[in-house]
């Protein structure tokens, strides 16, 4: 939940503050981007999973950007577009993080549905005693005492 409520954040300051990137960093800005959605959508399945650690999270976010950066810089150095490198990788393991977040969000989705199914026919199948009944069945347990006595 928390990355979540950071990529809101910083959706909205990212759509608000006219920030000019210059051209010669573009492609580190692209990369570093793929990171933080990589380690988002990472973020969401272990917390769907149920073991997220945030420190985990925070070093593999911060442990892709340097990886990405360096790969990127090396590339410009070497006159090789590396940040492809980058953008492969990210991009796979976000569309298949992504596809495993969406197949456990629709397999409890049919669960809980499938066990609010089973309430209410559960709830149907048991009748419920009205008072009358309550306080008829108790006089009867009476009066089966009194003459046993």
Known sequence: MIPLIGL?????LGLFLNI?????????????ILAALDSLVGGLLAS???NFDIWLFVTGLLGNA???VALSALGDQ???QLNLAAVFAF?????????AVRRLMLLRGRENSRLRRQLKQNARRTPVKD???LN??????????????
């Not at 809101?8 to 909205?12: D, E, P, S």
């Not at 008829?136 to 046993?148: G, L, M, V």
């Open 136 to 149: 008829e069945s108790d006089s009867k347990r009476q009066d089966d005492s009194t003459t046993a006595m």
């Open 78 to 80: 070497l006159n090789i």
């Open 8 to 12: 809101l954040i910083g959706l909205i």
């Open 131 to 133: 008072d009358v009944e």
């Open 91 to 99: 991009g796979v393991r976000i569309f298949n993080n992504f596809s």
């Open 66 to 68: 340097v990886i990405a």
């Open 20 to 32: 000019q990137i210059p051209a010669a960093y573009t492609s580190y800005v692209a990369v570093l």
């Open 48 to 50: 769907l999973r149920k």
